[in-house]
């Protein structure tokens, strides 16, 4: 099992935490915990899953990944 942190761009209330953790979790894979003080998301990843996978997701509904650790 592997992690990596996601800072995020755009959350501004608990409804955006819960969407980008929402759509974070439906990924095969991935447990998702969003913080929305520090707006970033922490992964962990049973699987290999890209980094570009995972922004892609994110991007979808509206939000930014700004960077990827």
């Known amino acids: 099992m592997s992690e990596r942190t996601l800072k995020i761009k755009g959350m501004s209330c608990a409804h955006c935490s819960a969407r980008v953790e929402k759509v974070l979790n439906a990924i095969d894979g991935v447990v998702a915990r ?36």
């Open 34 to 69: 969003v913080d929305l003080e520090n707006n970033s998301a922490t992964l962990k990843l049973s699987k290999n899953i890209s980094d570009e996978a995972l922004k892609t997701a994110v991007d979808n509904i509206g939000y930014e990944v700004v960077e990827v650790k």
